[in-house]
């Protein structure tokens, strides 16, 4: 059994920036490609990051390129997504997920990933 642990969520202005991370324990690390989406109010659930460690492969969404980081920790167990230059879209429920997506297409799909953490928070506003 795979569990996932977000924490970091949290309030921030716009511009500012925010780190939100994922405890993965049950299972080796990397033995699961690890994917970031969110959920905003009203929203469907959407993807923003995924790492692929064959690789690595990283991919982004288009609205996040260029502000948001994602990277892993192996002896940690631990997945980051680092978040520069936030803006109040980027407002929503923040998820990790772990699966084993063989391209990027699928990367970029919630239903590729098979365990998934509660999730975390995270507020732009001013």
């Known amino acids: 059994q795979v569990q996932l642990v977000e924490s970091g969520g949290g309030l921030v202005q716009p511009g500012g920036s925010l780190s939100v991370s994922c405890v993965v324990s049950?299972?080796?690390?990397?033995?699961?490609?690890m994917g970031w989406f969110r959920q905003a109010p009203g929203k469907e659930r959407e993807f923003v990051a995924a790492?692929?460690?064959?690789?690595?492969?990283?991919y982004y969404a288009d609205s996040v390129k260029g502000r948001f980081t994602i990277s892993g920790d192996n002896a940690k167990n631990t997945v980051f997504l680092q978040m520069n230059s936030l803006r109040p879209e980027d407002t929503a429920v923040y998820y990790c997920?772990?699966?084993?997506?063989?391209?990027?297409?699928?990367?970029?799909?919630?239903?590729?990933?098979?365990?998934w953490g509660q999730g975390t928070q995270v507020t732009v506003s001013s």
């Open positions: 790492i692929r460690w064959s690789g690595p492969y990283i």
């Open positions: 049950g299972r080796t690390f990397r033995r699961y490609d």
């Open positions: 997920a772990a699966g084993n997506p063989i391209s990027a297409t699928q990367a970029m799909v919630a239903p590729s990933y098979d365990y």
